[in-house]
Structures are given as C-alpha cells and as structure tokens.
C-alpha cells in the first residue's frame, strides 16, 4: 500500500510518469477554503522540469485539473481531486531497461514488489514525477497555514561539497522565506552559487550527478501539538519526508551532532521573553521535545541522494540472461535534483503540519 | 494519539513511570507461535535499569505478566496483553518540577499538550520506561523473524566523541549479533571500551550526560518487502525511530554522506554472486530502494541525545510565578542512555519488519 | 472524513454529481490482474440512468478512462485511478433549493456539515451517482473474487409491498446468479414483475416513490475469514452498506426474525456431508459467526428507502428567510432505486469480501 | 485483527472468559476528566453476571483496575488501560468441547480462523464476557457526552414473541432513560414483565433460550455530525454494534419498514418550532440523513440472537473423529442475554458517539 497519507488532511495518491495522468484525491480541506491558484500554480512551476539548464528539459507543463470538491472559487469540504495529463512522454524503446537493472533505481526492488507488472517507462510510478500530486495538496496546506501565522522555509544546506550555512533566527521570516522560494538555487550565502554552478556544469559533461542537503523551518507552530510515541511531530515528518524518492537521512535540531554534545549543552535552556512568551537559548530539539511542539522553529535537514540517473557506464545484472553486463543509459539527465526537491519537501511538510495542526483541534476534547 | 503503531502487527502501549503499571496490548501475532520467555525476559532485562554503574539505580525487575492470547506456551492469535508492574516508583516530592521545567525534557510541551493534567513523577507517559514495551512485543517479533532467517544486530557507532568502526559484511552474522548482544556496550572495536567508561565517568562525576550514534542491521529480508511512497520500508522504519525518545537523527545506508556522494559513487552496481543471487557491490542506499528492500542488508543509524536529565544548575522558567529561574534536579542520573537504547531500537525494527512482511504476504495476492 | 474504505483493498472516491468527474483511486489490486473491461462497462451500465421508465432520463454514458495503475491490458499493482466525467449536469436553477430543503434528503445534515460550502447542484456529493466508483472498484473485485470460486448474486426481495421469496439453496449457484444480473428487476418468482410495474407506474404517476429490499448471498467463501469483535465480517459489511445512500437496514441471516426464535430453532445444526465438508442444516447466521466465515453462503438483506426525490408537495423550511414554507420540486424523477442499487449492493459486498480475504492471507502469518 | 476500533476515541480490547484478565486500552479521552467511579461501576454490574434468576450464576465481581492514564481522580490525557481479573473460571473439562463443535457458536469458524490454538475454555476470546471493555470505555464516554447534554437511553423492543411499545418523543428524556436504566428488563409498557418472566423460566425450564430486539435512542446530538459515505454516522455505529457478539440486524429509525413506504410518508417533513429550531415531524431517518446527524434523535434496532448455549441435544460435528454426533451441554445458561445486553449496546453507542463528535470538532477546521 503506497497510496494513503494523513489522519485528518489525507490524501492519496496515483500516477506514473508516462501513463495518462498523475493526481491526488485529497480528503480533509474544511469547507470554504480559498484556494490561490496563481500560488499553487507557482508551486507547481518550482517543481516541473525544464526551468533550468540543470533540470530535464522534457516540457510538461504540469498544468492541473480539480476535478471535484471545489466551486466558486472555494473549497466545498467533500473530496477534492485534482489530475495532471502528461503530455510529453514520448517513451523510447523501454525493451533493455526491461532486463538490464539500472543501479540506484528501483528496477529490481520494484520487479521483485510487482512481479515485473510494474510500468517501467520513465520509472512509472518511481518517477520523482509523482510528486507533482505532493506539491499541489502541500500548496493548498501551505495557504491553510499562512491564515493561521505558519510559515515553511526551506534553502539548499549543500550541494555535493559546496556548503550554505545554517539557517539563524534572523533569517526566519516570511519574508526571507519568500525571497528563498523565488531563486532556483535558494542559498543564504549568496556567493556560492556561481562557483556552485559551475562545479554542476563539469559533473553533468561527465555525465554524473549530485545530491544535497535541504534544511527545512517552520515558524508560528503554536506548542503542544502532537503526541508522544508513535504520532510524535518527528514520526510524522519522518514518514513523510522518507516516501519521497531519493532521501535518505533526516535529522530534527541538532540532529546527529547532538550525539557528540554533553547534556548541559544539549539541553535547550529556557526563559520568559519580554512578552511573557517562553523560548529556549538554543534549539538544538528542532522546536519538538517528547514528540510535542514547543513553540521554537520546527527546523531539520534532508539528504538526498543525487540522480540514479547517470549516463556514465555501470555494472550492472540482465534478469532474463541471468548474466552480469553493463549499462549505459543515454539521453539528458539532470545532473542534481536538489533544486526541485526543495518544493517537494516544503510541500510534504505543511501537508504535515496541517496534518498534526487538526489532530491538536480534536486533541482539545469536545 | 499516541498509542498504537502498526497495519499488521499491532501494538497498543501504555503506562507511567510511576504508574500502577506499564503494558502493551499486541494484535497480530500468529496463532501457534512458540514464546521463548527466556529470550523474552533477557530482552526485557538488556533494557532494564541498574545494570551498570552508567544506568539508574532503581531496582525495577520489570518482570512481564501475560494476561491474554497465550495458552499452552503457545500464542492463541487474539490479542496477547502485557503488563509490567512499577515496584519502585518511590516518588519523591513534585513540586517543584510541577513549576520548572526541566530543560531538554517534555515538561513544557507536555503540559501544552495535555493542559497541565498529565502525570509528571518520573516523567510519567514521557518516561524511556514505556519503552519496556516496545521491547516486549519486539522480542516476540525477533522471535518470529528468527525462524524466517532474520536477524538484527546492532552496535554502539559511536558515544560522545568515540567512534567505532561501521558494519562490515564479516560482521553481518547471527553469531556477531548475538556475541554483540551479551555487551553492555557493544563494540566492533573492542579496544575503545575501556578508554570510553573512563570518559563516562568523567562526564557523570560533573553531573552532565553523553549521547551517542547507533548502528543497526538487518540480514535475511528478502527483496521485494515494501511500498513506493507512504509505506515505504524507510518511512515504516522512521515512523517507528521517531518514536523512541530522545531520537534527533535517522539515515539509512550512506545516509547524509550520500549527499557529498558522485552519482557513480552513490549507485548501487549489481551483480549476479555464484548462486545465481543478485547483489550489490556497495550498499548505499542501504537495502532499500524506492522504499522497497533489495535483498541487501537493511542498514540505518539513529542518533541519540544525551540524557536530558543532569544534575548542573540550568535556566529555565517556572511557569506559576511566570519567572526566570534556575533550575538545579538532586538525584542520580544515567549519564548515557545509548547502551539501553540499543535493545529498544533493535526490537522497534524487530515490529517494523515483521509488520512489513505480513503486508507483503497480503500483496502476493490470493 | 468520506472518502476511504478498506484496509487492503482501498478505495479513495470523490466527486459530486454535477461537477467535473467523478471517480475512485483503488489501491491493493494486485499486479498482474487481468481486467475484463467489458464485464466492467456492463456492471457500470446496469448502475446508469436512463435504462427503463423508471430511471432518471439523463443520459449519463457513464464511460470511464483508468488514468494510472494500467498497462497492456493488465493492473500494475500501483494504484489504479478511474474517472467518469460528467456530460449532461444541465444544471437548473438552483436558488430555490439553496434556500429550501428538501425533505428526506441530505440538504439540511449537510448543509450544517459543511457550512453551507458543499455543491448542492443535483445532490452534489451526496448524490447517488458517486456509487459508480463504488461499481467500478467492485467490478474488478468481483472478478478476481470469480478466479477464486467466489460469486456473488442479488435479487429484489420485496419493493413496496410486493414481496419475492427468498434465496434458496437451489438458486445460489453462478447460473441463477447471471441471470438475475441480466435483468432490470431481478426476481427469483418471474411472476410478480409485471403486477408491481403497473403499481410502480401509478407511484409515479402520482409523483410520489417506492422503497424496497435487496437480498445478496456470497458463495464460495472459505470458512476462517473474518474476525471476532471490531473486523468482524459483518462489521465491515455494515460499515460500507451504511456507506451507501438510501441503505436504513441490514441483517444478517435470519436478522431479525431470529430475535424470535429459540436458541434451538436458531442455532445452525452441523454435519459432514458426503464429501466430508462440514456444513449446517440451516443459515440463521448467515454464513458468519463470531465474526467469522463458517463456509456457508453469507447472506443478507438490504433495505432502502424510497427515492426522497418526489414532485409531490411537502413542507419543510426555508433556511434563509427562517420561515415554514412548502416545496414542491418539478422535474422527472426516479419512482424507485432499488433497481438501480442491486448492483451497488453486489459491488460492495465484493469489495469487502476481497479485503476480508485478503486480510485472512495476512492472518495466516509468515 | 479483532482489537482495535476508533478514530478519535479509540480503544483496544483483550482478554478470554476463562484467562488471567480482560481489559481495554483507551486513547483519546480528554485530558483532566473527571471519571465518576460508582457510575462506571453500576454500568458495570448491569454487565455483570449473576444478577438475576436468568443470568449465569457465575459470580464475578468485575472489579476493574485501572492501570495508567488516571490520576487524581483525573484523565491525564495519556492511554488509560484497565483490567479485569477473572476470578471464578472455574474450568471444566473442555475434552468434549474441543472436538465437538456448539452449533451456534464460534467454535468451528473460530477454529478455521486460529487453526486450533484459540483458547476455548469457555468461549475464549469470543465470549460476550470480553464486553466488559467496551462497557468501561463506554460508560467514559457516557460521561463525557452527558456534560455535553447529550443522553443515550435504551429499552427491550422485544423478547421472543413479547413486544414493548417504540420509543416515542415523550420518553426520551433524561429522567425515562435513567428509570430504564435502573430496571434489569427495561420496557416502557411495565404489563408485560411479569408474563414474559414467566415465559423465559418456562423456556428456561426447557433447556431452551430467546432472543430479542433493543432500541436505543440518543439525545442532544447536534445537526451536522458525521460523513457521507465511508464514514456515515451509520457506518460507525453499525462497524461498532456488528461488533458485540450475538447482533443479527440493525436498523435505523423506521428500518426494514421504510422499504414499504411511499416517499411522501418516509421523507421527514420540516418545520422551525417555537424557538426558531428545525425540527422534522417524523424520524423515519432516525436522526441521520447523509449520513450525517439532523438534529432529530438518533434512533436505532438491534436485534439480538437467542444465546447458543442450551441444554438441549443437537446434533453437530466431531472434527477429530469426523463424525456426525451429538453434543448435549451440561451446566446452566442465561436463558436469556438482551437484558445484559442492553447496557453493552448504549455503551458502545456512547463510544461511536463521542469518536463522531471529536472528528466533527476537527472538521470544522482551524
């Protein structure tokens, strides 16, 4: 079962990269929600290829159709579908990528899951492609939070070696959010960017790939909401973050440099602001103490690994001549998928966040 | 909600610290199973409090009381109920923590959470104690997994700023997971243990805390377990982690390394081995791809905070007088929680996997 | 939360009656199944409009387009979305209906469900049109549910109050079963059809409606699949009958006639029959005890209420002008659903028949 | 899996008739409710065997213990957990049992579906015994929606061939319902308890059980509470009575009978009352249309089986010899069940409710 997220915003999901369509049923939009379209639409185009010299210049246009649940420019409360068409995918000869294993991709994990029915074109429904449907209902979950004062913001922590710093108080802002949202390459230190640029440039002519770190904050989650165990805020993001395609580490505050710290510098100290709010000194918990919100930043990082696709040469296995062999896959590829991932987990986390948000309603009793 | 964790193999937690009882309920477990209640208890045991001079003194026996679904030494297939009774839970006087919240602990986001109503001695439902659950229906899992070929090991990766070696794939190996098992503080490197405790007690003598790095194993998964998506084996896994308190940092194979990584370095290449199986040369993506496992070992590691308890003055706030404070907590603390961790998390992998091989036993169809 | 059913094989619907399209993402199909899109098409035929006098004459085509999960005439085992547009939603004026609610439908619960947001335009989402997702997703269960040996019939077993009699064992066989699925008013006593036409015409005639009780009885089942308490196979029968608009009741075997009888009448006696099958001189149960199948045929009864869509006039209230008022809605309207809802019923049930099934594969363990 | 039921308020029950313990696990009760502890007792002892000349003699005390989540008389919001010793299973030679099957009974299907490893020792985990658990979380519940002005009130419809008088709009208040509540055979028409009593000891006498009908009726629900659909208040309260041991039918106001009506007769008219309050004339929809509450008292039929246990010969099936045989059963049983049953149904009502209302309040958004 690959399908359902959610206890309250729910959605479920559908699609592979070159069959009709893409989509997402989406459960849980209180009725007469305002949908900004121009925003989603946005977040969609952050997401779809083609916008850089670094991303597949196949042409979808990701453009959506809601299918139900919304009338008048509002939200009815009932079930809201929405589908893209893919309309470029002029699927090539698929017949040696259906015996030769690409490395890094789900081919042999995903024929043994399926008994090789799976739809391989394009890595069906393994393509990054269906994240398009986590965009469209983290889009609508960003615009549900924004009315209530939270804010996600995400930049590139690292691309292969180059590193941006860290997010600080300073830059959690939606205003400093938004301007990162509006850059492809969103950094804090704007000056690694051209030097990054290149050093993409001379992987991609080798015909290689990077992955990346991308550091993710939230601001305005009040405390007190989610619960210890097995729906803490952590497991939550958890199982999300890592049912998107290529993440393969996640860390909450501190993260695993928490492990080389002592208590006494672990410990996130307390104290009353000037407006009788309580804050910590550090935020070394990722603003999330016993699964709960403490109403400090909910910040933490996420590692992607870079693109499986690579046209370099790789030893590989042919499942039906039962032999070892090697494969090169031709055609462009992108050389990093960071850029485009860091909608993707932006979206995934208000997703999530609305998510807990509405356990917290129901959490406060009748 | 906070309770219950599973689609096929069920559990339902519950218990304080200082509570009558703790317990789990387990749903799922096959009718017929043999328990070994030797291997049971020693589980229970490897996670129980005053085994060492590095873990409280409290004298817990935590012995477990089956009150249903277990007959003959045979399991009957209805729920089986677990409890372990509290018999040391001296409580000392509360009052002032019920006013200050000790940093690094649930305190203030519990009482958010639950409006000031939750049970604070011991740090009640907060308390690693519950844990003692996730290890009894872990156990059992580890049991049933064993008779499939599956097995779990893990090792202390690192503590503080000691480090041990990784896994290779000599010590992917029931004997070395059982030898790694007997150890308090189990080590690849068996040299670095005792420079380590020396370091500890350092840390203890100046009431402060260590945290540490866990590494864990899983050999014998077949391929082909797992979901794309919302119910791929690494969000299964992390939903679960995320759970074990004081957990800040999950990743799986390289991990945030991946992300410094060449996609030529980062891909796993494949081979068919004498037997006809198919392998891979490096284990990156740690045995599971597309969130589905590949038949290579399923490898991950968990960062652990240093305990938040520690005996050094800390700021914090008290939240009657609405003050800035200092807060000082008298008693004896574990100074390293990371050796009992290391049995929780194995047996929390223990349910994981089980759970995810039940779900594959249903995608086989009828 | 409407949208999701199932644990194994899951369904997400959504859609109203005058939007776009309406639809069903099934999840859990399992891969490599072979759809026979014909038997599909008839299934959704028999559910359409306008096939006799005494159903709407909208002309819905009611043709659906599988969007994703689909390839090369066999499922792929990721999920399979289904849309129906919607061609002839010649929408009326609906300012009247905005303010007055029509008695007997959902106008008024659901106006207060969703805050008056939901689409009221030809029922909306409440509309009985939506239970094509629940034919579509029950037409394929049935036909892996025929693989197995398992069929599933229906007939009318009273409308008004013309009464059929009902199953016996001579007719529950897949012959008997066709052929009541041939029909627009399946009856096992042929002899009653054209008496009731003529008092269904006078109904309508008068602008007002008939109700009736449906009778489904699986075959085929094995015995040991269910569960006691919470998954009983009745509880999740009755969980999607309920589901279903119009549906005010249900009983199981004997139902409620067996409130009247002595434990003695109404305890299903055993026997071996020749084959050495073990079986009950009568089905009081239904085919299920202790929430679990015992090898003889489930059965059930359905009632459901006349269609709440009358011209006759009635009084109700006008929610904006907070006066008493009267409503008298013009249009043709179906005189009786009970037809058209045979086959929604039979869907449904092969819907949870599957999921009950495979839940038993899981049940088995390892 | 049998064990766990809810959304919002959920429970997870254990226990066999003749083990250690019973219980239930609750998660989900407000933090900081006040438990009225007699009044969960008398809920209790109405469950309770041994009240009465027609109920088993077996003198259990069902004291309950309750194990974590309470303290100070107070929830603490975390799961509350709590047992019931069995204290009187005195248990007989189940030789016999274990290989004739009890017409009537779980016995054969419970033996396909635990392959013989299910306790049978009085009924094992089948036993309305287990019950118990949903009486105790029911009778929270009860609690919690009478501070809400929300009352459950229940009466016998009938035993055997002796019919009470429906409910009707005088006797649902508060006071009737706690003068039913107070009766071991609650009926609204008094004449015909003592002729009914003389018929169950006749029937009694014979060896020989009846069964009977249980209307329940609940007051104060607010208009706008439930799903269409999958979620239908129906859906959850039929999931949860097709659940309890022995129910054959159910059905909703007019039920079974609205299938004889025309559409002007079963619609509910509606008209605003003195106080500006919609309200419908009749309740053939008993209280829910759409699926979703109106406002009107959810009304609702149950029909409960004559218990299986008798003393009388019938004939039945030796698994192990494969023979057609005789099983007589020596001891004494409740001749009748439905007046022990009426406590566990409104119980059971309480717990639907309650997970109704909560999601409502999560429905409404933030």
Redesign the interface.
């Known amino acids: ?5 959610g ?2 915003y ?1 959605i ?5 990269s070159h ?5 997402v ?1 989406i ?2 939009i ?4 305002k949908l900004d379209l121009d925003f989603i639409k946005e977040e969609m185009q952050r997401r779809a290829p083609g916008k850089s010299e670094f991303s597949t210049p196949r042409m979808e246009k990701d453009e959506f ?5 919304y ?1 008048n420019e ?8 929405m ?1 893209v068409r893919n309309t470029d995918q002029r699927s090539k000869d698929y017949s040696e990528l259906a015996q030769k ?1 690409r ?4 081919d ?12 391989i074109r394009g890595s ?3 393509s990054g492609r ?1 994240t398009a449907s986590i965009v469209f209902a983290g889009a609508i979950a960003k615009l ?1 939070l924004k ?2 004062g939270i804010h996600i913001g995400a930049h590139i922590k ?4 180059t590193e941006d710093r860290g997010f600080e108080n300073k830059d959690r802002n939606p205003e400093v959010f938004e301007s990162l949202r509006q850059e492809f390459l969103p950094f804090l230190n704007k000056e690694i960017r051209v030097p990054l640029e290149n050093k993409i440039r001379a ?1 991609k002519d080798e015909g ?6 991308v550091e993710i904050s939230v601001i305005g989650m ?11 805020v ?10 998107i ?1 290529a ?10 440099a ?7 510098e ?7 602001d000037e407006d ?1 709010n ?1 804050k ?2 550090t935020n ?3 603003g ?8 400090e930043p909910v910040n933490f ?1 996420v ?8 046209s ?1 040469k ?4 042919n ?1 039906v001549t ?3 062999t090697v494969l090169e896959v031709t055609g462009r590829h992108d050389p990093v998928i960071v850029p485009r991932a860091v909608v993707v987990l932006e979206c995934a986390t208000a997703i999530v966040m609305l998510d807990c ?3 917290a ?6």
Chains 1, 2, 3, 4 share one sequence.
């Not at 999330?288 to 109403?295: D, E, F, K, S, V």
Request: hydrophobic share 35%.
């Open positions: 079962m690959s399908t359902n997220w206890r309250n729910r479920s999901i559908f699609g592979e069959g009709k369509a893409l989509g049923n459960d849980g209180p009725a007469g929600t159709e809601i299918l139900s649940g009338i509002l939200t009815t409360g009932t079930p809201l579908c589908i294993m490395p890094g991709h789900a042999y994990s995903g024929l043994m899951r399926y008994k090789g029915f799976n739809d069906g429904h393994f269906i549900i009315e209530k690292s691309i292969f070696d992987v290689d790939s990077v992955g990346g770190v009040p405390a007190g909401v989610g619960d210890p165990f097995f729906n803490s952590e497991s939550e993001l958890a199982s999300m973050m890592y049912s395609p993440v393969k580490g996640l860390e909450f505050g501190a993260g695993f928490i492990a080389g710290m002592l208590g006494s672990a410990n996130d100290e307390m104290y009353f009788e309580i910590t000194y070394n918990n990722g999330i103490i016993g699964g709960i919100t403490n109403g990082k590692a992607i690994k870079p693109p499986a696709s690579i370099k790789q030893k590989t296995v499942i039962k032999e070892n948000l509405l356990e309603e129901k959490n406060k009793g009748l």
